[in-house]
């Protein structure tokens, strides 16, 4: 009894390290994009996910097809740029590979959707807490079909929950979060992040710009109720695309939260991605997203993906320049 008390406190004390991804640049005054003074990154000894990355996604609840293949296009991209214009996504994650190990090695530039797994029988119920998503790789890794490995080595885990799930803190708080599995729960460490379906249950929270937070304090621009329109036709999982690749940058960087964050306390790092929320182009801060592209129709992209798709994506941290950036920045 006296262990199981002493690893519940443990892992109390550790939920409190869980990085997630919320909105806060509705109110915020500063433009870091070029604001190098006010940021203190520091590498803290950690490591960085520098090893080809084989990414496993969990699809928990019920999914519509046409948003699944729109995601694993763009997790595709990631890696893929020699026959994809520029700016690329791949382009976008040049950045998130600026950042290395104590022993100099860079972020891996390979990603792979190396399996797929399909809970959509809500093993876990539709009301899901921070560490129920633990308990979700457990059971997707020790399903009977065996479809995915538990890969301490090079393996992260995507858990993406639909549109029907409410998750802890969603969107009153986060829009996502990144962690590593604790042995106990499920066997060894792995990197994890979880992302929420936002296109019903927020999307004024988690899927902007496609969508105008309600409660931002600041008027619709021109009347309308977004600022730009979803590149792939919806706003959820556009939006979603957007905080996936916020928390990919996030756990590749800082996988065990131990490596690159800025801030004194370590229970509360503020991350590459944190740095720059709302900013998609120059000359963004304060609350705008900054110059994009725009196609025939009004769609806003920041980036060329696969198969003729394009995304717009959160820009991150760049420690060389020292600013949020991204490829299409017009400097």
């Given amino acids: 009894m006296q262990k199981f008390t002493s690893y519940v406190v443990l892992l109390l004390f550790l939920l409190c390290f869980f990085q997630a991804f919320s909105w806060s640049q509705f109110n915020q005054g500063e433009n870091y994009e070029g604001s ?12 960085v996910l520098a090893s080809a990355i084989n990414l496993y996604i969990i699809w928990y609840g019920q999914w519509n097809p046409t948003h699944q293949a729109t995601i694993r ?30 022993t100099g090695s860079n972020i891996t530039a390979t990603i792979s959707i190396s399996g797929e797994f399909y809970d959509s029988g809500y093993s876990h119920g539709v009301y899901l807490s921070r560490l129920s998503m633990q308990s979700i790789i457990k059971a997707a890794v020790t399903s009977h ?3 995915l490995p538990l890969n301490p ?22 829009c996502g979060f990144h962690y590593f599995t604790f042995p106990i729960l499920v066997g060894v460490t792995v990197p994890y992040a979880w992302v929420g379906y936002s296109g019903t249950q927020c ?19 021109n009347g309308g109720n977004d600022i730009t329109h979803a590149p792939n036709g919806d706003a959820g999982v556009d939006g979603m695309i ?8 996030e756990v590749s960087s800082n996988p065990l939260i131990n490596a690159w964050y800025a801030g004194e306390d370590p ?12 900013l998609y182009g120059s000359g963004g801060g304060g609350g705008y997203m900054g110059k994009v592209y725009k196609d025939a129709w009004g769609n806003g992209y920041n980036v060329h993906g696969v198969k003729g798709r394009r995304f717009l994506v959160q820009w991150v941290w760049n420690p060389v320049k020292r600013r949020c950036f991204g490829p299409n920045a017009m400097d």
């Avoid at 190098?36 to 490591?47: A, Q, R």
């Avoid at 090079?154 to 802890?168: A, I």
């Fill in 145 to 147: 079909l065996r479809l």
């Fill in 36 to 47: 190098s003074d006010l940021i203190n990154l520091e590498y803290h000894m950690g490591p």
């Fill in 267 to 278: 229970t509360a790092p503020t991350e590459i991605a944190d740095l720059c929320l709302g």
């Fill in 203 to 221: 999307p004024g929270m988690c899927a902007y710009p496609f969508a105008w937070p309600k409660y931002s304090g600041k008027p619709p621009p």
């Fill in 242 to 249: 957007s905080v996936i690749a916020h928390e990919l940058a």
């Fill in 153 to 174: 080595h090079n393996g992260l885990y995507l858990v993406l929950t639909s549109q029907d799930v409410q998750v802890e803190d969603f969107c009153r708080a986060v």
């Fill in 73 to 102: 296009d763009f997790l595709d991209s990631l890696s893929s740029s020699s026959s994809v214009p520029y700016p690329s996504v791949a382009d976008w994650w040049d950045t998130v590979r600026l950042y290395t190990d104590q």
